[in-house]
């Protein structure tokens, strides 16, 4: 079965750490772009992190330098490294599948397959 499974997400105050997973089965992860997307209740969905599978990588001006997004294609999954969280980062984040063999991209309609979400909370 196509799926990808997020875990890792939880609460956590202002300035602390957390890593999300995304696990993904049935299909050839090595070869899609992966990315992370979040949203909140009430707005759009943004794209957060993205990256390839020749490792190049975007990331959202929001989370420069704070976030790191990461692949183990041995195992199929995906990760992101969130450091220096923020309250605005409270979201319910995402992990998605794009196009394969494509250049990194965060153009939400390329993303055909998508995980349940985990939500993560940051307090002040």
């Known amino acids: 079965q196509v799926q990808l499974a997020e875990s890792g997400g939880g609460s956590v105050q202002a300035g602390g750490s957390l890593r999300l997973s995304c696990r993904a089965s049935g299909y050839d992860f090595s070869v899609y772009v992966m990315a992370w997307f979040r949203q909140v209740p009430g707005k759009e969905r943004e794209g957060v992190a993205t990256i390839n599978n020749g490792l190049s990588k975007i990331y959202a001006d929001s989370v420069k330098g704070r976030f790191t997004i990461s692949r183990d294609n041995a195992k199929n999954t995906l990760y992101l490294q969130m450091n220096s969280l923020k309250p605005d980062d409270t979201a319910t984040y995402y992990c998605?599948?794009?196009?394969?063999?494509?250049?990194?991209?965060?153009?939400?309609?390329?993303?055909?397959?998508w995980g349940q979400g985990t939500q993560v909370t940051v307090s002040s």
């Open positions: 998605a599948r794009g196009r394969s063999w494509s250049p990194a991209s965060l153009n939400e309609p390329e993303f055909t397959l």
